[in-house]
């Protein structure tokens, strides 16, 4: 299978549901790193070599930003979706990858959604006026 088309292994949802994830193949490359020779085991490993949870994970992102003399966002999510409005994304994807039931959720992260470029008026206008 090429490393663009990996998928991540089902994981439980709200409900009990579950659904694939794509890995991209950046994210790939790095868990196969990670991983390296090992057939069995955690991907992340903590200091005793068992698994590493999420808060251990969280503290050693913000360890890794503060040497790099990074600001760490308060909210890694909060960024992500705002990241990706703001490159344009739908906002019914947007939506989807944040897993947002409802799309009001997903429209409060939206900065751009008073800009009147992008008002309902405006882009009939826009488009009628382009010649196209």
Do not use: K, W
Not at 53 to 66: F, G, I, N
């Amino acid at each position: 299978m090429p490393m663009g088309d990996v998928v991540a292994p089902r994981r439980p949802r709200q409900g009990h549901q579950s659904r694939p994830r794509p890995l991209p193949p950046t994210v790939a490359r790095a868990i196969e790193r990670a991983v390296g020779d090992r057939t069995e085991g955690p991907i992340l490993r903590n200091m005793r070599d068992g698994r590493m949870d999420r808060h251990a994970a969280t503290r050693r992102l913000r360890h890794l930003a503060a040497a790099a003399g990074i600001r760490m966002p308060r909210m890694l999510r909060h960024t992500f979706v705002t990241t990706m409005l703001d490159a344009g994304v739908s906002l019914r994807d947007v939506q989807i990858a944040a897993r947002h039931a409802d799309s009001r959720t997903t429209m409060r992260y939206d900065r751009a959604r008073n800009n009147l470029d992008r008002h309902p008026n405006y882009i009939p206008a826009s488009y009628m006026t382009s010649g196209t």
